[in-house]
């Protein structure tokens, strides 16, 4: 692990100088969940690769608002979930396996349905199915995957490509409308580097945060970091600017 003193902007160099013929997996989430950055993958995953070793991808924040090609990247595993800009609930989670590693990777925690035939309900060492089954695990939560279904099928209607072109202007604004009321920014001003959240932070951000949940407004709060506020399609400047204005006016006021 790679650790860094500034809480935007990691240090991806010193992390490529680290990754050698000795590492087998470099693990990176494509997004950061706290700053919003968004981490040079090209550079990183040609490292990686370079060295022999694979490129695990955390997904998680940038799927959904970001538009991402598995192929064009070249990662080689990547994990997703359908809460955050999928707009899912919880409970309901993918991963991508680049289809030649299928047949070498052995995952270690198995579940019934990873078994070649699992309705045979074979006793002894499990033999893994050939292809991306071996990774399912247990019984998965029909419910949580019927409401995931919905989400994603809104969010494709509407267009990644086109959830990123407003994501980019609208988290613009929010950066812009902070630094007017004198709020710190601890996201990439870049929009190019960041993903779709911007966080805000100021003395008392977590009280804050309290009372913005209270009064209607969607954030939530990460230490270090701030509030974070993450516009989708459905959200309009007005909300933008409300939601910095009434950040602004509890800082004033003490709270």
Not at 107 to 117: I, K, N, Q, V, Y
Not at 171 to 192: C, K, Q, W
């Amino acid at each position: 692990m790679i650790r860094g003193d500034d809480p935007v902007h990691p240090p991806v160099e010193q992390l490529i100088d680290r990754i050698s013929p000795r590492t087998r997996v470099v693990a990176l989430s494509h997004v950061f969940y706290g700053s919003s950055y968004r981490i040079p993958l090209e550079a990183l995953v040609r490292r990686a690769h370079e060295c022999g070793a694979l490129v695990f991808l955390d997904a998680f924040q940038s799927v959904g608002v970001l538009p991402f090609d598995v192929h064009e990247a070249d990662v080689d595993v990547l994990f997703g979930a359908c809460l955050k800009w999928l707009c899912g609930g919880p409970g309901a989670a993918f991963a991508y396996v680049k289809p030649s590693l299928i047949p070498q990777l052995r995952p270690a925690d198995t579940g019934w349905l990873s078994h070649r035939e699992p309705f045979a309900f074979a006793d002894g060492p499990i033999d893994l199915a050939d292809d991306a089954y071996r990774f399912l695990g247990g019984t998965p939560s029909i419910p949580a995957l019927y409401a995931a279904r919905e989400g994603v099928r809104i969010v494709s209607q509407v267009g990644v490509d086109a959830i990123r072109q407003k994501s980019r202007r609208q988290t613009s604004l929010l950066i812009a409308l902070a630094l007017e009321d004198g709020l710190t920014i601890n996201t990439p001003h870049d929009p190019d580097q960041r993903g779709g959240t911007v966080a805000v932070d100021c003395p008392h951000a977590s009280a804050i945060a309290d009372a913005l949940i209270q009064r209607g407004f969607l954030v939530d709060y990460r230490p270090g970091i701030g509030i974070r506020i993450a516009p989708h399609f459905y959200n309009s400047d007005a909300e933008c600017e409300a939601v910095t204005r009434e950040i602004a006016s509890l800082r004033d006021e003490g709270i």
